[in-house]
């Protein structure tokens, strides 16, 4: 389980359920939850979020719930299986059928890795959850060393290349100097 190799620190009020509360989101309100994949660091606050309709590729669901992939992506049930009411998509989804929040599978970093494409008024931006880690996994097409398919990978760096093209401005996952560039909730990214 990767939860076991890293150390995680909240300090209180940086949990998913008050960082809600202080953008002014009633918690027991949200519709839909929308997950990258099933890692714990993904999905650590979806407890929090009880009323929400789970939203994840049916392939990574499949996968964090046999024995062999758990193991081989180190995924632990208990950090997202909570019962909530499941929409399972396969491949790429309109959230809300008007083009404003696109479901892209980034397959690679785990079986059913999904980004979120989200119209703004600025313009697109996509949020690549692990499926890009870094500015530089982008631009070099360096993989990190959590991998679950390396030509999925791959592939779907290539597909994040093509959005980027096409003027969609890429929201890299853990990049801590990208994060330094965006304003924070509750401040809106236009």
Known sequence: MLAKRFKTEFKVGE??????EYCDVDVDKVRYLVNSHLHFD???????????????QAREWRAGHD????QANGYHQADYDHGHD???????HD??????????????HTPGHLSLKVRLGGG??????????LRQTLENLHLPR??????????????IRTLQKAGARIFYGHDP????????APAEIS
Not at 15 to 20: I, N, P, S, T
Not at 42 to 56: E, M, P, S, T
Not at 87 to 92: N, R
């Open 177 to 184: 100097q990208f994060w330094q560039s965006v304003p924070q």
């Open 42 to 56: 993904h999905v650590g606050g979806n407890h929090q979020v009880k009323n929400a309709q789970l939203v994840v």
């Open 86 to 92: 499941l929409k399972l998509v396969d491949g790429e």
């Open 146 to 159: 959590v991998v679950h398919n390396a030509a999925e990978m791959l592939e779907s760096l290539g597909r």
């Open 124 to 133: 697109d931006v996509l949020l690549t959850g692990d499926a890009c880690y």
């Open 15 to 20: 949990e998913l359920g008050a960082r809600l």
């Open 67 to 70: 024995d062999d992939l758990i």
């Open 95 to 108: 959230l809300f059928g008007d083009g404003s929040v696109l479901c892209v599978p980034t397959y690679g």
